[in-house]
């Protein structure tokens, strides 16, 4: 199994020995950095490139949903959330963190949120190797089936062959997203989270310009801060004031504000013209 690499973060001198010591009875486990605050996490961050992060919420100065949100997306760990409080909860799982633990530490929960960040990291791991392995093969073929029988140039095909995916970086490997496959995609901070068959890939972007490099008759921003891919929507939701609730197909619930209902209610409207011409024909 490979060493996993970890910071960790917490402004208390004794709840960060505590927690230095309950992980330091992991072998397959490297401390790379013990930080006292948000400063010290995001140079720590830069200068080893930790896998995951283990950060305390409440820090006096940036806090660590601060600390997130100042994190660029082409060096982003995966995050622990710690805290004495349970109310961060939804806000830490809003931000894509793998886990939140509450204080006082325990071994046993502790293990469980690293066993949980090995699934992500081996999720990301298999979905970056099958992109690579494939990438280049699917890439020729498309150039070859579209030759001279199909009328376009080797760099006409290429060009028409990246139109239907998005190029993600994530530390140093870039990963070929079919937009086809993406259920929708979130703002936070400097970075913009891609949800993608129930995986959350991150990359440095700001909405506006990632909005240009999809299909937007397929992606529609429903808030100032997230995109919905159409097709993936199955149930929705109508709310008080001209809201909505949206079910996605991976069970996932984004809401629609009302500063951005027109694309749904435009959506409604044209399933709703094609089920009545549908029933007529019949």
Avoid at 44 to 73: C, H, K, W
Avoid at 197 to 224: W, Y
Wanted: hydrophobic fraction near 40%.
């Amino acid at each position: 199994m490979n060493t996993l690499t970890v910071a960790l973060v917490d402004d208390e001198p004794l709840a960060l020995r505590l927690l230095k010591s309950m992980l330091e009875e992991f072998k397959d486990l490297e401390i790379v950095a013990c930080c006292r605050n948000g400063r010290e996490a995001l140079q720590a961050v830069f200068d080893s490139a930790p896998d995951l992060l283990i950060l305390d919420v409440q820090m006096p100065g940036m806090n660590g949903f601060e600390v997130v949100r100042r994190l660029q997306g082409d060096t982003m760990p995966l995050i622990v959330f710690t805290t004495a409080y349970d109310r961060y909860a939804l806000k830490a799982f809003d931000v894509h963190a793998v886990d939140y633990v509450l204080k006082p530490l325990d071994s046993r929960r502790l293990q469980t949120a690293l066993e949980r960040v090995r699934q992500r990291l081996q999720q990301t791991h298999l979905a970056q190797d099958r992109n690579c392995l494939g990438e280049k093969g699917r890439l020729l073929n498309s150039i070859a089936d579209a030759g001279p029988q199909g009328g376009l140039s080797g760099e006409s095909a290429l060009a028409q062959s990246f139109s239907h995916r998005l190029a993600i970086k994530d530390r140093g490997t870039i990963i070929m997203v079919n937009q086809q496959d993406i259920e929708w995609i979130d703002a936070a901070g400097d970075y913009m989270c891609v949800h993608v068959k129930g995986e959350t890939h991150v990359m440095r972007s700001t909405i506006k310009d990632l909005q240009k490099q999809l299909c937007p008759d397929n992606f529609k921003r429903i808030h100032r801060s997230t995109l919905v891919n159409l097709n993936c929507i199955t149930h929705i939701k109508v709310l008080t004031k001209g809201e909505y609730f949206l079910t996605l197909t991976s069970g996932a619930k984004v809401k629609v504000s009302r500063n951005y209902r027109q694309p749904i209610k435009e959506f409604l409207d044209s399933n709703h013209t094609t089920q009545q011409t549908a029933s007529k024909a019949s």
